[in-house]
Each structure stands twice: as C-alpha cells, then as structure tokens.
C-alpha cells in the first residue's frame, strides 16, 4: 500500500466482518462476508445466512455470534450491530470514520484510490480501422471503449502500451495502386480535398471503382494482381504509393482521434504489415510443432477444442495455397511479438464479438505453441453492434454504412441546441467549445454506459438530454459544484470530525468512498458501465444532498464538512469523466 491509499469503509468492513467470522468459525475464515451498502444500515453483511448450514447453526443464531464479536473487535470502523430478518447484520460506521475517509480522499492527489495494477503490463488492443476505408460506427465503439481501458488501467498503475492494430496489408491494396496509377489526375491526398472531405473517403470511393474495373475488365485485373506481385516483391515505386495511401489514411483517422479526444498516437500504431518480417518464422514454427497442417495445399491450424457446424473441427488459414498469409497469420505473429517482445503480462482485444471465434483459436494455437502460458491474461473485450435510432441495422437512407464523422457532427448539432437553452452568456467561441465537449461527451457517455456486450441504439436526441443518465447530466452535475465552490471563499475548511453527518450527507460520503472499489472493478473486469453507473449514482446522491443540506447559508462548523463533500465530489466526478475520456468543463 502506498501512503496515499485509502482503503473504502466497504473494504474495512469486510475485513471486521471477515475477522469475526474467522475467530468463531476458523474453518470457515476465507468465506466470503457478502458485505453490501443497504438501506436499512450503511452496510449490511449476509455471511449468516451463507454460511449456517457449514456452521450447523441457524442463521439467526449464528448472525447473533458474529454480532457479538463485532462489537468486541478492535479498530474498525463499526460503531452499531444489529441482527435483523433471518439473520443480516446490519452495519453502521462511526461519524469520524465517515469523515475521516472524506478528509483523507481531499488530502490525496489520486482521492486516494491504490494503484491495484502497479506495474503490470497490459498491451490494450483498440482502434484499428482499416486502411482506405472509412471508420464506420464498429470502430466508434472499439475507439471509446479501448480509450477508456487504457485511461482507467493507467491511472490504476498498470504499464500500458497502446497498440492500434491498423488494417494495413493485404491484396485490395495492389488493386487499389495500379487503379490509382492509372487515373493519376483522381484527387485523394488531403491537400487536394475541399470541403472537409476526407482522404480515406476518396480512398474508399477510388477503391470501389478499382473493383467494379477488376470485375468488369479482365486486362485490368492481370494488372492490378500483378501489382499485387510487385508490392509483396519490395518494388519501389509500388511500395512508397502504398506507403503515401497508408499515410494519407492516417491523417484521415487522426482527425477523428483528435476530435474523439483519445490517446492514440502515431507511435501506437503497429499494423499489419509491421508483422510481415515474422511471418515465414511464425509459420515454420507452427509448422514444426505440428499445430499447422497441410490442407488443399494450403496450411491451416485446426482447433483441439471447436468444431463447425459441419462436425469438423474450425481452423485458422496460416498459409493461402497462393503462399499468401492473411489476417489469421498475422494475428498469429502479434501475440508472439505481443508476450515476446513486448513482454506483456495481460492483453485485452478490444474488438466487435463477431471476431470471437477468430480469437478462441489465437488464443488456443498461441497457447499449444507454447507462447501464451498462464503467466499471460488474454482477454477479448468484445462489445455488440451499434444500431439505428430505430433499433435496426445502421445505415444512411441510401443504405450505405454511416460515417464516423457524420454522426459526430450530428452529436455536437444536437449538443449546440440543448447547450443554447442553457447557457445564453457565452461568445460564440465558448459556445462552440462547451457544444463540442457536450456532443462528444454524450456519445461516449452513451456507449460506455451500456453493457458493453450489448448491443445499443445511436439516438442523439436521447444522447445529449440534460435528464436521464447522460454524459450531459453528468458534465452539468459536475459544473454547478464546481459554481458553489466558486461563490465560497474558505472552500478548503477543514472537516469537524465530530458533527453527526445528517442521512444525506451520509449517503453521498459513503458513495464517495466507494470510487476507489469502482475504478478497480473497471480495471478488474473491464466493463466500463460500472464506472459509468457510478457516476449517474453519485450525481443523483449529491442532488439528494443538495436539496436538503443548504452549503453556502450554512454556518461552520457544518457548513465547512458540507464544502468538502462538494470539493471531493466535484473532484470525484471530474477525474471519473476524465477516465471514460469525456471533458469535465467547470463552466457550460
Ligand atoms: N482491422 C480490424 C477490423 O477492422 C480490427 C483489428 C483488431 N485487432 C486485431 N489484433 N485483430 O475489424
């Protein structure tokens, strides 16, 4: 533990709990105290109840003896036992423990959560959109979930190495150049673009109509496959115009970053084609280990443990009969570099749950081959599809895919207008940045709210309401603390430890104290909705406090214990927004 660790009430809890079970019941001393925050007391600890029958007592009963050792331990926090029902025990902490755990969260930078990831490497898998195309609405949510993983696992201590896996290889690509080589007056760099237009837009035009030429000419495609040929060969000229395309792609996704507000940066990026060296090695060594095998002249891994549909068991292509290697391949050669050389003790694949299959079998092949052992955590972090306002499948009404940036721009429109009903003493200047940071908010706020396995409708209107569980609700809970701090001027009091905290100050300190648990339990299971719960829980706690604990009329020494709690909520809330990556403006 560090200095700066503030260990939650629940925790401490736990531990009393814990302790008075192992002092009546020893055999039994590592069960689980099943201690929870409860309406009738602060906590309340169900042990009793699950823990009878292995004691041979009654719940009652042995609720009665846990009780009694409660109240005889020393040095927890536990001021009251009662047995209630069929035997909880119902929990009440001191007054100077609640507000002891409030001073000593004030006190420290990090609010006193422990870094419970200190040091471990975890390599976060995220982004990876695909080169001369556009980012579509599946890599909105790989961008935001992963961002927030990677912001959470950080501030829990973790060694991050971001790794934006970018769809930058493969056959489209010589298809693409030779079209490109031969309509050399088609604008696609971004200096030629007007309007707002993006290079990876034109791209993804100019490669449609490659196709539809492949298809429809066939001189075309002897041309175009030879110069696929020609950039797997090194060929200069062939490799710098992919190169340029690849380059131009990225400008076109730094722009939505920037906008998104995420930390990817050029250096994190490590595509595909970063794994070509390794592949031939990959494949040998896989061949040698006997785990891929010839089929039809190609080279496949069958699975040990799934079978298709067919009865047979599922594979991995690791060689095309034409010796080319494709995704699976160099999926293959990443998690070897991954635990390699990277030296990763945990990797989370933040990708769409329709690549499930895809990474069972990474997982799998990488682990008979001896790369992933159990010193390594592999993780699929999968998340569902983001669907239309109307709850189906996701497209423009021309039926094409949406664009990132559309939606975006739809968000900070509707942002703009709620923004405006509000906020009538603002430039223009300010409006426009309090809309962007509304609008974006908003629609991370949405996606990270939700389970992140299900899938959610992209509603705007909803996104960006003042009411409901929002991004918008949270940034503006968070600014009207901060203007009560502002109007305060000893706003840094210190806390009267011995002033009974009344219902709703309890509440909302207890609800504090529990950020430190919440973060954790992100970093833990990696669902950011916890978080996001959280958050919505503890506005609406420092809204009930609000209405019946008046700040600023109050008199010291309460009113000096009420600021803190604004202080460490509106501290609270700002780093809790800042770890699902959305602003925390303290005006809007
Ligand atoms: N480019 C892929 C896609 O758009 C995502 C890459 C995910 N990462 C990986 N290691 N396969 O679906």
Redesign the pocket.
């Given at each position: 533990m560090n200095d700066d660790d503030v260990r939650s009430l629940n925790s401490q809890v736990e531990a009393a709990v814990s302790g008075a079970i192992g002092r009546q019941l020893p055999d039994l001393a590592d069960a689980d105290p099943v201690v929870r925050r409860s309406e009738h007391a602060d906590f309340q600890a169900n042990a009793a109840l699950a823990l009878a029958r292995r004691a041979r007592t009654r719940p009652a009963e042995l609720a009665g003896t846990l009780a009694d050792a409660l109240r005889t331990a020393e040095a927890t926090p536990v001021a009251e036992v009662t047995v209630s029902g069929p035997g909880f025990l119902n929990l009440v902490v001191s007054d100077s423990a609640i507000w002891g755990q409030i001073a000593a969260r004030l006190a420290s930078t990090r609010l006193g959560v422990a870094a419970s990831e200190q040091g471990r490497r975890t390599v976060v898998?995220y982004s990876?959109?695909?080169i001369a195309k556009d980012m579509h609405v599946?890599?909105l949510r790989t961008t935001i979930i992963g961002d927030c993983l990677a912001r959470v696992l950080t501030f829990l201590g973790a060694d991050v190495i971001r790794q934006n896996?970018?769809?930058d290889w493969g056959t489209q690509f010589g298809m693409l150049i030779q079209y490109l080589e031969e309509h050399p007056d088609a604008p696609w760099h971004h200096d030629q673009l007007t309007d707002g237009a993006s290079t990876v837009s034109a791209l993804d035009g100019l490669y449609r109509a490659a196709r539809k030429a492949f298809d429809a000419d066939p001189t075309f495609a002897d041309r175009a496959r030879a110069r696929v040929v020609a950039l797997q060969g090194g060929d200069g000229a062939t490799v710098a115009r992919w190169r340029e395309i690849v380059a131009e792609s990225e400008f076109a996704f730094r722009e939505i970053y920037d906008r998104l507000g995420v930390l990817l940066q050029p250096e994190d990026s490590a595509g595909e084609s970063f794994y070509n060296p390794w592949l031939p090695e990959v494949v040998e060594e896989l061949t040698a280990a006997g785990i891929a095998v010839e089929s039809d002249g190609a080279l496949v891994a069958l699975s040990n443990e799934i079978t298709g549909p067919d009865g047979n068991p599922v594979t991995l292509m690791v060689r095309k009969t034409d010796g080319g290697y494709g995704?699976d391949t160099t999926?293959l050669a990443?998690i070897r570099y991954r635990i390699r050389d990277l030296k990763a003790d945990r990797i989370l694949?933040v990708?769409?749950a329709r690549?499930a299959l895809h990474f069972t079998l990474i997982f799998e092949a990488a682990r008979r081959a001896g790369w992933l052992t159990d010193d390594v955590d592999v993780t699929h972090v999968a998340f569902g599809t983001v669907l239309g306002p109307d709850g189906r499948p996701f497209k423009t009404r021309s039926g094409d895919t949406v664009k990132l940036m559309d939606l975006l721009d739809a968000a900070v429109d509707a942002a703009s207008a709620t923004v405006l009903d509000r906020s009538h003493d603002r430039s223009d200047e300010e409006l426009a940045t309090i809309a962007a940071q509304a609008g974006i908010g908003a629609v991370k706020y949405a996606d990270l709210s939700t389970s992140r396995i299900k899938d959610y409708a992209f509603d705007v209107e909803r996104m960006v309401s003042f009411n409901g569980n929002t991004g918008v609700y949270l940034q503006y809970a968070h600014t009207r603390i901060c203007s009560i701090l502002r109007k305060a001027a000893d706003a840094n009091a210190e806390i009267d430890p011995t002033i009974p905290p009344h219902s709703a100050e309890r509440v909302l300190a207890l609800q504090l104290d529990a950020f430190g648990d919440a973060v954790a339990e992100v970093g833990r299971d990696l669902e950011p909705h916890r978080l996001g719960g959280y958050l919505f829980d503890l506005a609406k706690a420092f809204t009930d406090f609000y209405e019946s604990c008046p700040v600023l009329s109050a008199e010291p020494p309460v009113r000096n214990n009420r600021l803190a709690l604004c202080q460490l909520t509106a501290r609270t809330l700002g780093q809790g927004l800042d770890l699902l990556g959305i602003a925390a403006p303290e005006r809007m």
């Open positions: 898998d990876g959109p695909n599946g890599h896996h970018l769809g995704y999926d990443t694949y990708v769409d690549q």
